[in-house]
């Protein structure tokens, strides 16, 4: 009977257990209404290599690239885990006709994916904003664009399906009774077993129990998103879920385990962890493409496809003659070429940020010879040429001595860098060239020099510190007055090489070209008020580009290239060039 009676207490015991549990369970589903993980999927075919956005609010632009094919293609927009009242899609920047098969919102426990097809998903975006045509033909929706300023925008309807999909909670609360009927499985069976036993393997089943607990801690995690949304920023892009399909099976595990590996519970609170105590405690970088300096000063160290700056500081190799006789005729090729056009040409090396502050470069990292590759290229074009070159270096030190001109935790110069860059290109081009001789650079009175604490640059973000770790008082330069100049995307040329212009009719100078990589984005807004049009392409490899020159017919080209990519192959140029003599 006494037996009877405790059997009866514990499975009361057990059945309350259970119920806490179901109620915790529950409570936590009311308390988070919203789901994470939600994307927005369109299967587009598209006429153009373009960048389709999806405009959150007035705040949140995502961008995701598209290339130009006669098969549909998904475009997957990442959705914020908070309520969209707003949203804008733009389809590219280039003219032309989208074909949009299907809309859909995919993410975990959305067992039966919602999509939108044909008239309905055309009833469902009736706002509009620059879109010559759209019209339903044979099931799909097609959108003809005049350019990049459109943008198509959904009826109320449409938040509310997004709403219902963010705080349906069905498949939850179906999810928190199975886990609850599954706890009381285990206690009940716990319990048996440990009834039988002796104290010392109590504690060893009790071990077993809270074991088993941190175990299941990151399923309840990827079901109920206990640790919230990730706030980890990578350089790179995440991988995507991969559909399970029968023609795929073979490829599904590794894909399934790289998609794992990106979004594995507390995996962003421990990267954090991990990184903090390296570079913190024990002064050395989590990551190969980060060397930590003197007083919290990173430097770009190694990169997979591309040069990184260590290796070109401390000038372990450097040009042999020939190479320095290959860069000469590449030069002097297309000055050449340009010249016979009637168009000036200069080229500009932006020093790394160890050229500047060599001072804050670690002890142990030691040069191997005194004089850089970029030492003897300026040299020996200086000695052996006349292709017009700027060296910034002599302008950028003096200018340290006032205010900071490359960011403490970024690749990159900040604002005051790039302005003194600019007024040297501005300085360097009214001497040099007769067209330009009235060139003036704009002063910097016109631009209020404000400081800025804010998250840490790219480096930092690298490191995932940027946020409360390595914050930094950044310099930036605001105009006093509006800036006029406007400007917009074009259509890639290649993949990896990118177009855009700017536009300022009232600026004193005439049109330019440039070929950059990423410390133009500095230099833009100056370049951009100084000339009357700038098209700028981007391109890493610094390539040569006949027929934009042809077609936009500038008054003078610049190649601008870090100094970290004398580092990789010499550029070659087009035939049509090296026929120039």
Request: charged share 25%; proline share 6%.
């Amino acid at each position: 009977m006494i037996k009877k009676i405790v059997k009866f207490k514990r499975l009361w015991v057990e059945l309350i257990l259970t119920l806490v549990f179901l109620g915790g369970a529950l409570f936590y589903v009311q308390k988070t209404p919203l789901r994470a993980g939600l994307q927005l999927v369109l299967m587009v075919k598209s006429p153009h290599h373009d960048t389709f956005k999806l405009i959150i609010g007035n705040e949140k632009t995502i961008e995701v690239n598209v290339d130009a094919a006669n098969h549909f293609q998904e475009v997957c927009f990442p959705l914020p885990q908070k309520k969209i009242e707003k949203l804008r899609l733009k389809f590219g920047n280039n003219p032309g006709l989208t074909a949009v098969k299907y809309l859909e919102i995919t993410g975990p426990l959305i067992f039966s994916k919602p999509r939108l097809e044909g008239k309905r998903l055309q009833r469902m975006f009736q706002q509009k904003y620059g879109i010559y045509n759209h019209y339903v033909k044979d099931q799909c929706y097609f959108i003809e664009t005049a350019g990049p300023h459109h943008w198509l925008e959904p009826v109320k309807v449409f938040y509310k399906w997004i709403d219902t999909l963010q705080t349906g909670k069905a498949s939850y609360y179906l999810l928190a009774v199975i886990l609850s009927v599954l706890f009381f499985s285990f206690l009940h069976f716990a319990n048996l077993a440990v009834l039988k036993m002796h104290v010392s393997s109590k504690v060893i089943v009790n071990g077993g129990m809270i074991f088993l607990v941190f175990l299941y801690i990151p399923l309840a995690d990827q079901v109920f998103n206990i640790s919230g949304e990730s706030e980890l920023v990578e350089k790179r892009e995440l991988s995507r879920r991969p559909e399970f399909r029968f023609d795929s099976l073979l490829v599904y595990p590794k894909q399934y385990t790289r998609y794992y590996n990106d979004y594995f519970t507390f995996r962003s609170g421990l990267i954090y962890l991990n990184n903090l105590l390296k570079v913190k405690i024990l002064g050395v970088s989590p990551v190969p493409k980060v060397l930590i300096g003197k007083d919290d000063w990173f430097f770009l160290d190694k990169l997979e496809l591309r040069p990184g700056t260590v290796e070109c500081y401390r000038s372990i190799t450097l040009f042999t003659p020939r190479q320095l006789e290959q860069w000469k005729n590449v030069l002097e090729q297309r000055q050449q070429w340009l010249a016979a056009r009637g168009i000036h040409y200069l080229f500009l090396i932006v020093p790394n940020k160890n050229t500047i502050y060599p001072e804050f470069m670690p002890d142990h990292i030691r040069r191997v010879h005194e004089k850089s590759r970029m030492d003897q290229l300026l040299e020996y074009l200086h000695s052996h040429s006349t292709v017009p070159v700027l060296d910034l270096r002599p302008a950028l030190k003096a200018g340290k001595t006032q205010y900071p001109v490359y960011s403490r935790t970024d690749t990159h110069w900040n604002d005051y860098g790039a302005y003194i860059a600019f007024r040297e290109i501005i300085t360097h081009i009214s001497r040099s060239f007769p067209s330009f001789r009235e060139a003036v650079p704009l002063p910097l009175s016109r631009f209020k020099i404000k400081i800025v604490n804010r998250s840490g640059g790219d480096l930092a973000i690298m490191l995932s510190l940027n946020k409360d770790v390595f914050r930094e008082d950044m310099i930036f330069l605001e105009a006093r007055l509006p800036l006029r100049a406007t400007g917009d995307k074009l259509e890639n040329i290649s993949r990896f090489v990118k177009q855009g212009y700017s536009e300022c009719p009232t600026a004193p100078l005439p049109n330019i070209l440039m070929v950059h990589d990423s410390f133009y984005n500095r230099l833009k807004p100056f370049l951009s008020e100084q000339f009357s049009r700038v098209l700028f392409i981007w391109d890493w490899d610094l390539n040569f580009h006949p027929h934009v020159i042809e077609r936009e017919n500038p008054k003078l080209v610049i190649d601008e290239m870090a100094e970290r990519f004398l580092m990789q192959k010499i550029p070659v140029n087009p035939g049509s060039l090296q026929e120039v003599r």
